[in-house]
């Protein structure tokens, strides 16, 4: 489903863990679906997009009222720091029906700034808008508009929320997104400015059948494919969520998109990499980040009482090349 804001929770801090070691890739999943790895603190979050800053701590955004930040010196224990717009704003208001509520951030760090991707939407509507901002430190209140980059209306088939950006081997910028309807789209950005650049729209994955269920994309290039991971299902309904994590690749950004079967990720294709498992509920809106022992993965889910935490795994690929969760 579509993002809605989600109170986080307030959990206890615990102690630091040594730097990360660098650590051999696997290559031979496990049996089971591991359990998040263990993290502390104010681990409250939804729709989590997470950056390593220059210093080496953490930095990660998720969906909030005015979007919330929480940062980390070691990946383990998290803690709030604050909002990107503790001002609000008011730019986003026509299409968040006067709330506050902002949605799905994409953080990346390029150039000695950070840029802030974020959606600007109501549940179910498609008069959506992706929003920029970026900042030098990161730091909540320093985040300066840069303005509107897409949006769609209820005559759109495809829903302008979920931003992703990727930069590819030719150190072009494209932005995915896309939620339901004709599914997960991409356009091409200026690198000069983070904005849209041209007019082309490309169509990278669309379920087909009976659910138009698919959304949160994000493309992460990997040895001589660029991957591109969704969420199939339904997001936002507690511990009933039904949420899973999906991947397809491709030897160019643009597509096309296959499942480890050959199926086109246009046409419903998609490898199924994590999904619910005893208390772990609607595992989701996903994002990949390179760190200094092993790509990660990070995730929110829903606890057995429906509160969404953060989920982290670390990525193993396959012989094959297909990545898996460990």
Known sequence: MWKR????????AAAVRPEPVPLATPTTPPPAYPNPGRVTGDIGVHDPSVVKRPD???????TGDNLTIKTSTDRTAWHNAGVVFPGGAPWTTSYTGGGASLWAPDISYRN???????????????NSAIFLATSTTGASGSWANQGLI?????????????PNLVVDAQGRWWLSFGSFWTGIKLIQLDPATGKR???SITGLA??????????????????SYYYLWVSFDACCQGASSTYRI???????????????NGVAMTSGGGTQV?????????????????????????????????????????????SAGWPFVY
């Open 206 to 223: 669309q379920r087909t059948g009976s659910t138009t269920a698919i959304e949160a994309p994000f493309v992460f290039r990997h040895g």
């Open 150 to 162: 897409i949006s769609t209306t209820s005559s759109s088939n495809y829903n302008a929320i979920d």
């Open 274 to 318: 994590l999904a619910g498992h005893g208390s772990v509920h609607g595992p989701g809106h996903q994002a990949v980040v390179p760190d200094s022992d092993a790509e990660v993965l990070y995730y929110h889910y829903y606890a057995d009482n429906g509160a969404p935490l953060l989920g982290i795994n670390l990525l193993g690929y396959d």
């Open 197 to 199: 650049l041209g007019t």
């Open 5 to 12: 804001a989600l109170v986080a929770l307030l959990l206890g």
């Open 246 to 260: 999906m991947v397809g690749r491709s030897t160019s950004v643009t597509g096309p998109y296959v499942d480890r």
């Open 112 to 126: 000695g700034r950070y840029y802030l991707y974020y959606s600007a939407s109501t549940f179910g509507s498609r």
């Open 56 to 62: 080496g701590s953490y930095l990660l955004v998720h």
